[in-house]
């Protein structure tokens, strides 16, 4: 419930591993944005940070992720990348995405408007577990998958972007799209 108070916290902790560590270590948070953009400042020991938005569409967004869509809202999220991206430079922040729970043209307008602004697009493909709300919600197509990871790949090769955390992701295809493999031919 303290936004603030946590990110502080998850400052801390990355500011005690690399106390620890015998050699430099890329770090990388993926957390709930603060209530106070300003203490994107106080992150020297980040190299990379992601904030989920999970889907695009505004309306969606509501419906999908009430609790995101009432305490930051569409237009914060805007506003967070904005102050990210002047912190942490282009492509050293991201945005995740749910790929399979909007239409796929809203989520690619998304992620181009993403890194039209400087943040990495990355994804995490939908998959439905039971006892949740959309556990009856199918998973994304195959076609809706292939078309996107193209999509997606061309944004990559375009901004000469990476995603975090190559190859670490158990339910994402940005290392597979960002080294190629769904490329025609």
Known sequence: SDRNGGFRDALEIIDAVEATCPRPVRSHINILP??????????????????AMEVWDDALLRDICP????????????????AGVKRFGPGRVSCNF?????PLESLLEGCRFM?????????????P??????AHKPSPSEDMLLEFARALGD????????PY???????????????????DG
Not at 98 to 102: H, S
């Open 34 to 51: 603060p209530d106070d953009f300003s203490l994107l400042a106080l992150a020297d020991g980040i190299d990379e940070i992601t904030f």
């Open 67 to 82: 609790g995101k869509a009432g305490e930051t809202g569409r237009d914060g999220f805007l506003r967070l990348f904005e």
């Open 98 to 102: 749910v790929v399979g729970l909007e």
């Open 115 to 127: 890194a039209d602004m400087g943040i990495v697009p990355t994804v995490a493909v939908f998959h």
């Open 129 to 134: 577990d039971p006892k949740t709300p959309f």
């Open 155 to 162: 944004i990559y090769a375009s901004t000469g972007f990476q």
């Open 165 to 183: 955390l190559l190859g670490c992701r158990r339910s994402s295809l940005d290392s597979e799209i960002y080294w190629g493999y769904f490329n």
